[in-house]
């Protein structure tokens, strides 16, 4: 029998700074078992936003997902991982990925084989973080840590997730994360041993679910663009899904003109019973972290809301 997935919330990548601390320290008072950062381009880093959140808070895991392995030197991403790691003993996740092409093209860091980049560089980082020779040289003993942290990769397609399978400790799927996603990126993930699924869905709670229905479907306005295709390839609406995203003229069109039942299907939005109930089916298709992406114009206030499902 599945077990229910632990829950953690995404720092909101345009989150103003002096919020920051305060974001971190109330998803950990308020009992989220993780605390998940990104790093999406001319936002900000995520080796220092990890470093700032492991050393604001005490319990909470803290993941990164994900950093671009294309943009940094192997050897030099392996002492950062390293340092936190060391610091932050067993709180700490760290998620490796193509990152999205367009933002690595524009800046200029996207290799010409990137999945042979990415296991390259994902072997060679956890060889140096463990003390051992890679990418040419090693880590001096005094910052290697006492356990490798998980790495995962964060990535879709075949190719991708079935190195993920072989390679990583676990995979990161963006939203949205359905359970029928969850389960068609498992059969191709096919790990041979325990693997970690950390599912990011946009989250709203309210006892009315309307409204949660209404706080969550403006940051669905860029679901079903060609690089998310294949999230919504096995949902029962997609054909009519893919009709109203190519006949929108804008993404906030196309987004007031979602159903509420496709709401329902794409993010974690309703009363907390309804989204309970949806995070214990994304357990049963393999889940094994749910993390929520705040919706509405205040995140703190939406963290108290998300927390009512805990």
Not at 60 to 69: A, H, Q
Not at 186 to 209: E, M, T
């Amino acid at each position: 029998m599945s077990q229910r997935p632990l829950i953690g919330v995404m720092l909101p990548r345009d989150l103003r700074g002096d919020l920051a601390r305060d974001f971190a320290r109330t998803a950990e008072r308020l009992g989220f078992d993780e605390l998940w950062i990104v790093e999406d381009l001319g936002f900000r880093g995520g080796v220092a936003q990890a470093a700032a959140v492991l050393g604001w808070t005490e319990r909470i895991r803290v993941g990164i997902g994900i950093l671009p392995v294309a943009a940094r030197n192997t050897a030099f991403a392996a002492m950062e991982v390293a340092t936190l790691a060391d610091l932050f003993p067993g709180r700490l996740d760290v998620g490796l990925g193509h990152g999205i092409e367009g933002w690595m093209r524009e800046a200029g860091c996207w290799p010409e084989r990137p999945l042979t980049f990415l296991k390259e560089h994902a072997t060679a980082l956890r060889a140096l973080v463990a003390g051992e020779r890679g990418a040419g040289t090693r880590l001096d003993p005094s910052v290697v840590p006492s356990e490798v942290p998980p790495i995962l990769f964060g990535v879709r397609g075949p190719k991708s997730l079935a190195a993920s399978g072989r390679l990583a400790d676990g995979t990161i799927l963006a939203e949205p994360a359905t359970p029928e996603y969850v389960r068609t990126s498992l059969g191709l993930i096919d790990p041979a041993g325990p693997h970690r699924v950390i599912a990011y869905n946009v989250g709203a709670v309210s006892d009315d679910a309307a409204e949660a229905l209404r706080l969550a479907r403006p940051a669905l306005e860029w679901i079903g663009e060609p690089d998310w295709a294949v999230h919504v390839a096995d949902l029962p609406f997609r054909e009519e899904f893919e009709a109203l995203r190519a006949h929108s003229a804008t993404r906030a069109e196309f987004a007031a003109a979602l159903p509420d039942a496709w709401v329902e299907e794409l993010a974690l939005a309703g009363t907390p019973a309804q989204v309970r109930a949806r995070i214990e089916a994304l357990g049963e298709a393999g889940v094994t972290s749910s993390i929520f992406i705040p919706a509405g114009a205040d995140p703190l206030a939406a963290l108290e809301s998300l927390a009512r499902v805990l």
